[in-house]
């Protein structure tokens, strides 16, 4: 069964540098999606992309979270600077047509220190 | 902020025993959706219920849905070690918004 890859799979940064993380969705998935979950919590929604286009950034934080889908397919999430609150798991998930179930990836652990 | 919220937070079983979780929401829903996460990976969709439906099931598992008390429950049957993991439901509100998550429920099957 075709799976929603990310990478990477943990990684642990200095608070002030900048971090990036990659997501390719299942093959044809038009909708993307970046989660954030804290530990012990459920999955928020950072950000919705339908093909390369942005559908709804309203809980992204801005002044230091970006997110592209320049072409469409791939993905990327970066933190400029990463700030100790950061520390999560950063979830990827996509969807084909309709109102279909989400396909996640198995995330990056992220760690602030 | 989220839309969802599981019922209980945590519950620990005995392995063959039926567990019950049960979500409640706030607003009206296009669907509600349950899915599974063990440690330290992704989420697996397990069911999907439509807000016009009541009752759903899936081999082991069975969804209900009462959109007067906004409130669903996940039974899981005869429970397996291996079915220790969190349950979160997830609210589908229609349009273009992505899935609002619970904050789940953590489910322990003891051997």
């Known amino acids: 069964e075709a799976e929603v890859a990310q990478s990477p799979r943990y990684k642990i940064t200095e608070k002030s540098q900048a971090v990036a993380f990659w997501c390719d969705p299942i093959s044809g998935h038009a909708t993307l999606y970046w989660y954030r979950q804290i530990l012990g919590q459920g999955p928020e929604l950072l950000v919705q992309f339908q093909d390369e286009s942005v559908v709804d950034d309203s809980q992204l934080p801005k002044d230091r979270f970006s997110a592209e889908r320049l072409k469409g397919v791939d993905s990327t999430l970066k933190i400029q600077p990463a700030e100790l609150g950061d520390s999560a798991m950063y979830l990827c998930?996509?969807?084909?047509?309709?109102?279909?179930?989400?396909?996640f990836g198995n995330g990056t652990r992220l760690t602030v220190t | 902020s989220q839309q969802g919220e599981e019922d209980p937070q945590a519950l620990s079983i005995q392995e063959g025993e039926n567990a019950t979780m049960n979500c409640s929401y706030k607003t009206s829903i296009n669907n509600l959706q349950w899915y599974r996460q063990n440690s330290g990976r992704g989420l697996v969709h397990l069911i999907l219920?439509?807000?016009?439906?009541r009752e759903k099931h899936s081999g082991r598992l069975r969804v209900t849905l009462d959109t007067s008390k906004k409130s669903s429950s996940l039974l899981i049957t005869a429970s397996r070690a291996a079915d220790t993991a969190s349950y979160f439901c997830?609210?589908?509100?229609?349009?273009?918004?992505?899935?609002?998550f619970g904050k789940g429920t953590h489910l322990i099957i003891q051997p």
């Open positions: 998930a996509s969807m084909g047509m309709g109102n279909s179930p989400l396909h």
């Open positions: 997830a609210t589908d509100l229609g349009g273009a918004d992505g899935l609002t």
């Open positions: 219920i439509r807000s016009n439906e």
